[in-house]
């Protein structure tokens, strides 16, 4: 008998009949002997349709008087889910029993949209689990010192899920989700993208920080420090497939080099059209610039990505950088605002239409000339690079969004991901 924990993506939970499924699937795991703490997401869609619901009512702004409300409206999703879930599985005839966030506690901090999770206090669960009941927890929700409700960001449910696994030292945390495991890149846009059976800890995190959702990057870096085993799969397969089967399928995500993995040098292109431009031209080439800029935007708790400074003429220079596209216009405000004035200059762009794509994979460590081959197959295209940005084992460009799948399509094919990979 092992204790699993199961989450379940918004599509999976998408409606009643999907929730049925759900439920059956736990009951199978339930009846195979396993101890089941499952964590939801909102039904599709609804995360989505309660922020809308919010926009409509007045223009995103700044500030934890509003972010908490934001909270507090899209956490609801998940409430949702958790009470049908429960309600489901006990037409299943099991035990079952649901709790939000706070009622656990899962603790995290206060950054309202973007919350930490601190601690879990799992005493409740186990005894519910002590008692024969499935535990349902609400995913994507915490609460904070204050008793406020908190959301992790968007996809938080994986991070739920994974820190709820290794709070409770489960023997293993399976996210179910609308595809089969972690792909080459995103199927969706590649139809030839291939599923990867297994997939490095240090892969999947520059996956996930270069934007492939299948698993949100925080739940990565959870399952790495605490060594949680971790395993994306289908929701859709049959609910009723033998468990032995259900327990293989997907794609693990391993935390020790084999021998036995497939040891592509580029095992995955990630890409992500989160992110806008900002440009700052003319400014004096100077020690101390890369600061004054940089410094305002982290002190406004803004997340900066890729950075370029060009090399400089006159004794001046042009510094571009990136942030998430939500906090673009704040950037520009806060820059023409307190930043430009000292600089001297008040020439700055944007660009909201780029996108950023990016190759990984661990076997780029004792390989050369990996980057070039990336530049030479874009070139090939006719597409332009804007910044580069490189690590031991990701190399990333910011390119026109719009050629966003074509330099995915091109640079899929150019490191043979469509091939199956060689024993
Ligand atoms: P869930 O609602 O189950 O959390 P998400 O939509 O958050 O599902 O994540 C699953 C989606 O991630 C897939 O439908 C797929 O389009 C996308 N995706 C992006 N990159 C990859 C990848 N490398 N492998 C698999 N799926 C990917
Ligand atoms: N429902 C939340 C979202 O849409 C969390 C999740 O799905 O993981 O972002
Ligand atoms: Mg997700």
């Not at 204790?3 to 009951?27: D, P």
């Not at 085993?229 to 397969?237: A, E, K, N």
């Not at 220079?317 to 430009?340: C, E, I, M």
């Not at 000292?342 to 794509?357: A, M």
Request: hydrophobic letters at 40%; proline letters at 3%.
């Amino acid at each position: 008998m092992a204790l699993i924990v199961h989450k379940y993506g918004g599509t999976s939970m998408g409606s009643t009949e999907r929730i049925r499924n759900v439920a059956k699937r736990v009951a199978k795991w339930v009846r195979a002997g396993h101890q089941l703490v499952v964590v939801p997401s909102a039904m599709s869609g609804e995360t989505n349709r309660l922020l809308g619901l919010a926009k409509e009512l007045a223009p995103a702004k700044p500030g934890d008087a509003y972010l908490r409300e934001l909270d507090m409206l899209g956490s609801t999703g998940e409430q949702v889910s958790v009470g049908l879930l429960s309600i489901a599985l006990q037409a299943e005839g099991l035990e079952a029993v649901s709790y939000a966030g706070w009622q656990v506690p899962i603790r995290t901090n206060s950054a309202y949209t973007k919350a930490r999770i601190e601690s879990i206090d799992d005493r409740k669960v186990r005894a519910d689990l002590a008692a024969g009941k499935v535990v349902v927890i609400t995913g994507f929700q915490g609460v904070d010192d204050g008793g406020n409700i908190t959301t992790l960001g968007r996809g938080g449910s994986d991070t739920s899920a994974v820190a709820v696994a290794a709070a409770m030292k489960a023997a293993e945390c399976l996210i179910y989700t609308d595809v089969d495991g972690v792909y080459t890149t995103d199927p969706r846009v590649v139809p030839e993208a291939r599923r990867l059976a297994t997939v490095s800890f240090e892969e999947m995190l520059e996956m996930a920080s270069m934007g492939s959702k299948v698993l949100q990057i925080r739940s990565v870096e959870f399952a790495g420090k605490y060594k949680v085993p971790l395993r994306v799969l289908s929701s859709f397969t049959p609910w009723d497939i033998p468990i032995e089967e259900e327990a293989k399928s997907g794609t693990l995500i391993t935390f020790e080099e084999d021998e036995q993995m497939e040891q592509a040098v580029v095992s995955g292109i990630a890409f992500n059209r989160d992110e806008a431009k900002v440009s700052i031209l003319g400014v004096p080439d100077k020690p101390g610039i890369a600061y004054t800029i940089l410094g305002a935007v982290a002190d406004a708790n803004i997340e900066v990505d890729v950075i370029i400074q060009n090399l400089s003429k006159d004794g001046k220079t042009d510094f571009s950088f990136t942030v998430h596209r939500n906090d673009y216009a704040r950037t520009v405000d806060l820059l023409k605002g307190s930043v430009l004035p000292t600089l001297g200059t008040d020439r700055i762009e944007g660009d909201t239409r780029i996108c950023k794509v990016s190759i990984v994979g661990i076997g780029m460590r004792s390989h050369v000339g990996i980057a070039s081959k990336m530049f030479r197959a874009l070139s090939e295209e006719g597409i332009n690079i804007q910044m580069i940005s490189t690590s031991e084992i990701k190399t990333s460009v910011v390119i026109d969004e719009k050629y966003m799948e074509l330099a995915v399509r091109a640079l899929h094919r150019a490191f043979d991901l469509d091939q199956p990979a060689a024993a």
